[in-house]
T-cell receptor
Framework: ETGVTQSPTHLIKTRGQQVTLRCSSQSGHNTVSWYQQALGQGPQFIFQYYREEENGRGNFPPRFSGLQFPNYSSELNVNALELDDSALYLC????????????FGPGTRLTVL | GEDVEQSLFLSVREGDSSVINCTYTDSSSTYLYWYKQEPGAGLQLLTYIFSNMDMKQDQRLTVLLNKKDKHLSLRIADTQTGDSAIYFCAVDGGSQGNLIFGKGTKLSVKP
């Protein structure tokens, strides 16, 4: 069974640029959640996708957007990057059942200069 | 909104017990979780407790839940150097399926 994978591992961008991060969910999982973890902080919920539809969203501006594909993999897109977007971006997949464990990927470290 | 608080640091000697504490504000959370994060890695679920339970034991891990005080704790028995990591308390955020995390407690285990 393949776990949750994310790409790329590390990324460096400059202010104003756009970035796309990718996540492959664990086999059998139809739900993907994205979290932002700033240095020294706990992860903060960005949004969740269930069967290709956005299922919930945290307190992030519209320049954070996402997609989920028919194979349940997902993308996180961030436009007009700001310095404060520098963080570890974590993807988690689950079956979408209440209380079901969310399996986290290793994350993508984004640095915005 | 929901707030989850943890102390930031804990230092123990190898072989001692570690107790990591967490408080939360929303009493409607159904599931409460403990995650472990090692340097450069993602989050690993250690254990969770359902809100109608007071205690859950899983090998070296014991979770205690005091719903009245909205207090959750994680006890690690016979702490080893491999337990050194950041431990996050998290509660479910309700219908969105999201998790709300504390800032994490960095556990340092001295030989």
């Amino acid at each position: 069974e393949t776990g949750v994978t994310q790409s790329p591992t590390h990324l460096i961008k400059t202010r104003g640029q756009q970035v796309t991060l990718r996540c492959s969910s664990q086999s059998g999982h139809n739900t993907v959640s994205w979290y932002q973890q700033a240095l020294g902080q706990g992860p903060q919920f960005i949004f969740q996708y269930y069967r290709e539809e956005e299922n919930g969203r945290g307190n992030f501006p519209p320049r954070f957007s996402g997609l989920q594909f028919p194979n349940y993999s997902s993308e996180l897109n961030v436009n007009a990057l700001e310095l404060d977007d520098s963080a570890l971006y974590l993807c988690a997949s689950s079956t979408g059942t209440e209380g079901d464990e969310q399996f986290f990927g290793p994350g993508t470290r984004l640095t915005v200069l | 909104g929901e707030d989850v608080e943890q102390s930031l640091f804990l230092s123990v000697r190898e072989g001692d017990s570690s107790v990591i504490n967490c408080t939360y504000t929303d009493s409607s959370s159904t599931y409460l979780y403990w995650y472990k994060q090692e340097p450069g890695a993602g989050l690993q679920l250690l254990t969770y407790i359902f809100s109608n339970m007071d205690m859950k034991q899983d090998q070296r891990l014991t979770v205690l839940l005091n719903k009245k005080d909205k207090h959750l704790s994680l006890r690690i028995a016979d702490t080893q150097t491999g337990d050194s990591a950041i431990y996050f308390c998290a509660v479910d955020g309700g219908s969105q399926g999201n998790l709300i995390f504390g800032k994490g407690t960095k556990l340092s285990v001295k030989p």
